[in-house]
């Protein structure tokens, strides 16, 4: 089991331009995230999907696009860049049985610079 | 919403001392405390966790407790290890979010 993967890992963009980073899992969980991570903020929820055809807003969504493209893959995307979108981003997947959190399983990371 | 504040922000502790990590909670209706490890660079791990019908859970050095009337959940570690040096999280979830806290540095000196 590979479990959470993160595409790419690394990403340079200057402002203006636009990337989608991939995320897939194969744990068969039907709930997954997208988080950022700035220093000193911990892990900010930008959106989430609870279930294939689903996507819903998190903490901070501004500036970015989901897509749950397949049971498997949940894709962010990034319209027109911006220096303030520097961050690493974290994808992650878990199970939710009714009002039942369970682990959230995270992917490696990407790290993105906006110039 | 969830709001979870965690305290404190960096720890420095002797190599064998205790460890202790605070964190409170405003939603009455979250049910699910996870902890998790982040250590440089790497991604975060869950290390324990405990939902609301329960008081107390241990795994090893490592136990959590939690106070539902106060709304405030605690890490405990003990007999520190240099390898427990990384950053811990907490988090609080009534549902298929979870809200972190802004995480707190733990330093282990040997």
């Known amino acids: 089991n590979a479990g959470v993967t993160q595409t790419p890992k690394f990403q340079v963009l200057k402002t203006g331009q636009s990337m989608t980073l991939q995320c897939a899992q194969d744990m068969n969980h039907n709930s997954m995230y997208w988080y950022r991570q700035d220093p000193g903020m911990g892990l900010r929820l930008i959106y989430y999907?609870?279930?294939?055809?689903?996507?819903d807003k998190g903490e901070v969504p501004n500036g970015y696009n989901v897509s749950r493209l397949n049971k498997r893959e949940f894709s962010l995307r990034l319209e027109s860049a911006a220096p303030s979108q520097t961050s690493v981003y974290f994808c992650a997947s878990s199970e939710v049985f009714g009002t039942a959190a369970y682990e959230q399983y995270f992917g490696p990371g990407t790290r993105l610079t906006v110039t | 919403g969830e709001n979870v504040e965690q305290h404190p922000s960096t720890l420095s502790v002797q190599e064998g001392d205790s460890a202790v990590i605070k964190c409170t909670y405003s939603?009455?209706?979250?049910?699910?405390f996870p902890w998790y490890k982040q250590e440089l660079g790497k991604r975060p791990q869950l290390i324990i966790d405990i939902r609301s019908n329960v008081g107390e859970k241990k795994d090893q050095r490592i136990a959590v407790t939690l106070n539902k009337t106060a709304k405030h959940f605690s890490l405990h570690i003990t007999e520190t290890q240099p390898e427990d040096s990384a950053v811990y999280f907490c988090a609080a979830s009534s549902g298929n979010k979870l809200v972190f806290g802004a995480g707190t540095i733990l330093r282990v000196k040997s």
């Open positions: 999907s609870a279930s294939e055809g689903t996507t």
């Open positions: 939603d009455s209706a979250s049910n699910y």
